[in-house]
């Protein structure tokens, strides 16, 4: 046997002190036990395998399991698990009520000095600000009687322009008491993003921030909130959070009014499938599809994420830098349905240092800290030292997410972050607000793979023919419905827009748009979109393997590829790179990236050109984007190309368009000729 055929050993392997311990390996048991599970054997990639097989083949009775595992309490009780399991409509636990916000707000008693507190608070400076769970129970309450007193009715919309503070998770889950609709953007959107996602759901009230600090600077928001309110008539009240100590606007409703008093929450139990939020999509290239997920849906798939894929619970502390114009916000928030501690972090991904996130998982004791890929990638090449300079002692896993983890970011979490340390790498999306594929506890870590498909996901990798694949790429599916796949999309009445979305390819079967491997060893690959899939010759390549290997170099900041098909069949793959500081695109690094590229990949992976670019655009949450640079150089006009609302730089992609249109002039339209 050659040292290629040996199969790899894994990076991290759990302890089987750690294996017992694993709330996963409890629910293990607890359903063999109650719910017809398969007996746990001892060997824990045999049991994860067996487990999550009958959660995909017996649906009602893992999800049953779940419910009773987390205490889940239905006001009233549901007269089935599963009523319908095609794809989409499929209907769970017709006829339950129950609340969202009540499950939140269960967290353990906080009447002793040591108590750990519901909400932790860093600011960029990384001043703390804790809120306990009574303040938390005390405050949602109050401002849950308030929206009453508002005319806020169940179905009813509220909508939060507000950074990554307490007040932004009590918004949240006075409006789920209530059992209204909630939605929010992050308020360094401007008017118009903000608008083309309020306007669908016509909100009654909006809580705006008079500003935020990002970047050592403050960024005043007055302006803007007029425009909002200016662009939503449908607003009956607009509340005023003054983060930066500004005045109410005319007629604004101060947020220390609305929540004052200790005042016990009043839930309205709802049906199970009664929508707990609006999400959108990037709206990078058209209007932003606004994803509605249910109030019980999202409470046991979070449930399920939470407290067994992530191992966390009562005295943990789940600190993920996100902001709330991302799903990972909401999914933050949830970490409270297992008693765990949110920490909110509003600040700089990198400021005032590039380790300022592992300071904070340090700072607060985070058990979980969960980050981009990208600010992984980012310290490897600053020079951080994570283990070495804090005490991350209380950290048993760093998660990454946003896009795919290259290998070399696990190698260097495992060296620079602590050997001991689990590595989850997930995968999912903001269409159903988890993870499709992602850690477990119990489970070892392979360089370059998400561990496993989670609990109640029938993943599959899948050919254009629906046939599975093993150990090759294909589209990521799922196969059976997840309870918090999307109720339906707002203001798409006949479900077209949902249908066509997920369900027009393999029809009955979502597909997600992701290209992935599932391996022979139950782990999966994620290669990126495979609406922006790299196709030479028939031979399809995922995007994310040419960035792991090109951003190796240091030389290179970040880089983006695209293949356009041309107008006569040919077919142009340029790859455009943003260069470090001092370095140049001459033609010994052309030949580095190409020699590292021949070598970590393969010759048909050589692109055509190699292109110096400013930098790469984003959307709002840290994706490439791709596609819209894509149709650039397919003709498309700017403004039908992309919403630049949407995007983090839009300069960036003015650039491009210019860059393209100059291509377009000087070829006749036959791009690198």
Not at 127 to 152: F, I, K, M, Q, T
Not at 238 to 260: C, F, I, K
Request: aromatic share 8%; proline share 8%.
């Amino acid at each position: 046997m050659t040292t290629e055929d040996r199969a790899p050993e894994p990076l991290w392997r759990p302890s089987p002190e750690r294996v017992a311990a694993a709330r996963i390996s409890r629910f293990h048991a607890r359903a063999a036990e109650d719910h017809g599970a398969p007996p746990p054997t001892g060997d824990p990639g045999t049991d994860y395998a067996a487990l999550h097989r009958w959660s995909v083949t017996d649906l009602e009775a893992f999800w049953r399991a779940v419910t009773a595992f987390f205490d889940v309490r239905f006001a009233t009780e549901p007269s089935a698990v599963l009523q319908d399991p095609r794809m989409p409509g499929a209907r769970w636990f017709p006829g339950a009520t129950l609340n969202y916000a009540e499950h939140a707000l269960r967290g353990p008693a906080d009447g002793r000095d040591d108590a750990p507190p519901a909400l932790l608070a860093l600011d960029e400076e990384l001043n703390e600000r804790a809120v306990g769970w009574r303040e938390l129970r005390h405050a949602v309450g109050a401002l849950a009687a308030s929206l009453r007193e508002l005319g806020v009715r169940p179905g009813d919309r509220v909508c939060g322009y507000l950074p990554n503070v307490p007040e932004a998770v009590v918004a949240l889950l006075a409006s789920a008491a209530v059992g209204a609709v909630w939605t929010s953007c992050a308020p360094d959107f401007a008017a118009r993003s903000v608008l083309d996602r309020f306007q669908q759901v016509e909100p009654v009230v909006l809580f705006a921030v008079d500003g935020y600090r990002f970047g050592g600077r403050e960024h005043r928001r007055a302006e803007t909130v007029a425009e909002l309110r200016a662009g939503l008539p449908s607003l009956r009240a607009v509340v005023h959070v003054p983060l930066l100590g500004e005045a109410p606007p005319e007629s604004a409703l101060g947020w220390d009014e609305l929540t004052a008093g200790e005042v016990e929450p009043v839930f309205e139990r709802v049906p199970f499938d009664h929508p707990l939020w609006v999400l959108y999509s990037s709206g990078t290239t058209g209007l932003p599809k606004a994803i509605v997920q249910s109030q019980g849906g999202i409470l046991l798939e979070h449930l399920k994420q939470v407290g067994l894929h992530l191992d966390l619970g009562p005295g943990d502390r789940l600190y993920w830098y996100t902001s709330t114009g991302w799903m990972m916000w909401n999914f933050l928030a949830s970490s409270l349905l297992t008693g765990t501690t949110a920490v909110l972090h509003d600040g700089a991904p990198a400021q005032p240092t590039a380790d300022v996130q592992w300071r904070v998982a340090a700072r607060v004791g985070a058990t979980v800290f969960g980050t981009s890929a990208a600010y992984v990638t980012a310290c490897a090449k600053k020079d951080v030292h994570p283990a070495r300079d804090l005490d991350l002692s209380a950290t048993r896993c760093v998660a990454t997410t946003g896009s795919p983890l290259p290998p070399d970011g696990f190698r260097w979490l495992h060296e620079e972050a602590g050997e001991d340390l689990w590595i989850a790498s997930v995968s999912g999306g903001t269409d159903v607000c988890s993870c499709f594929a992602g850690g477990v506890p119990t489970l070892p870590v392979y360089v370059g793979e998400l561990q496993a498909p989670c609990l109640g996901t029938d993943l599959a990798a899948w050919d254009p023919h629906g046939t599975p694949l093993i150990d090759e790429v294909g589209e990521l599916v799922v196969g059976t419905p997840m309870p918090s796949m999307p109720v339906g999309f707002w203001n798409d009445p006949d479900g077209a827009r949902y249908r066509e979305s997920y369900f027009e390819t393999y029809p009955g079967v979502w597909r997600h748009g992701d290209w992935i491997t599932h391996t022979s060893r139950g782990g999966v690959v994620i290669h990126g979109r495979s609406d922006s899939t790299l196709n030479r010759q028939g031979v399809r390549m995922g995007s994310a393997d040419i960035y792991e290997a090109v951003e190796l170099l240091p030389e290179i900041a970040e880089s983006l590829v695209i293949g356009v098909e041309r107008p006569d069949g040919g077919y142009w793959m340029p790859l455009f790179v943003a260069l470090a500081d001092g370095a140049v695109l001459d033609g010994a690094l052309r030949e580095r990236i190409a020699a590292t590229i021949r070598e970590r990949l393969s010759p048909r992976h050589l692109p055509d050109e190699i292109l110096e670019i400013p930098g790469v655009p984003h959307t709002r949450t840290g994706k490439r984007l791709e596609v819209p640079v894509k149709r650039l150089f397919q003709g498309v006009a700017l403004e039908r190309a992309a919403n630049l609302g949407a995007v983090d730089d839009p300069e960036l992609l003015r650039f491009f368009a210019r860059l393209a249109h100059e291509r377009a002039t000087v070829s006749d339209g036959r791009y690198g000729e």
